[in-house]
Nanobody, 115 residues
Framework: QVQLVELGGGSVQAGGSLTLSCAAS???????MAWYRQAPGEQRELVAM???????NYANSVKGRFTISRDDAKNTVYLQMNSLKPEDTAVYFC??????????WGQGTQVTVSS
């Protein structure tokens, strides 16, 4: 069974940077990979997405600060987060549309940005 494993969460001061990674176990083909986030009391929201053709999409709130990228050889997607703000504090979830396995979610990783 394919699983998504996230790494890279943590605590950082405002203006700092973090990089999240999400690795898929096993050899997979995906239609898209994405990062979502959910702050306390809020709905889960899409942060960034990359398709199998390399097209990317970002939430307006992170454009120019976050970059999503993927390493197909490692079945891994990354989220480089720069100029972090306290409002970026949330649990970040990896999400993938995997051929033959449907839509998968990672377990989530906490990102905390202090002012």
């Amino acid at each position: 069974q394919v699983q998504l494993v996230e790494l890279g969460g943590g605590s950082v001061q405002a203006g700092g940077s973090l990089t999240l990674s999400c690795a898929a176990s096993g050899s997979i083909s995906f239609n898209f990979m994405a990062w979502y986030r959910q702050a306390p009391g809020e709905q889960r929201e899409l942060v960034a997405m990359v398709t199998n053709r390399g097209n990317t999409n970002y939430a307006n709130s992170v454009k120019g600060r976050f970059t999503i990228s993927r390493d197909d050889a490692k079945n891994t997607v990354y989220l480089q987060m720069n100029s972090l703000k306290p409002e970026d504090t949330a649990v970040y979830f990896c999400n993938a549309g995997v051929v033959g396995s449907g839509v998968l979610w990672g377990q989530g990783t906490q990102v905390t940005v202090s002012s």
